[in-house]
């Protein structure tokens, strides 16, 4: 049975009240900016070295 991403974080937070979800939510989101960085940068190397 596949989860959701909304189950997913209901479980992560399990009547703890916001921090845990907010903690992963943040984790996922540092995550993805390194990602899309990495992505976008990468296409911006010199690879001509033709002389």
Request: net charge negative; proline share 4%; hydrophobic share 45%.
């Amino acid at each position: 049975m596949p989860h959701t991403t909304a189950t997913l974080l209901a479980a992560v937070s399990d009547g703890q009240g916001p921090g845990n979800t907010l903690r992963v939510v943040l984790l996922v989101s540092l995550l993805g900016g390194v990602l899309l960085a990495w992505f976008l940068l990468r296409g911006y190397r010199n690879d001509d070295d033709n002389d």
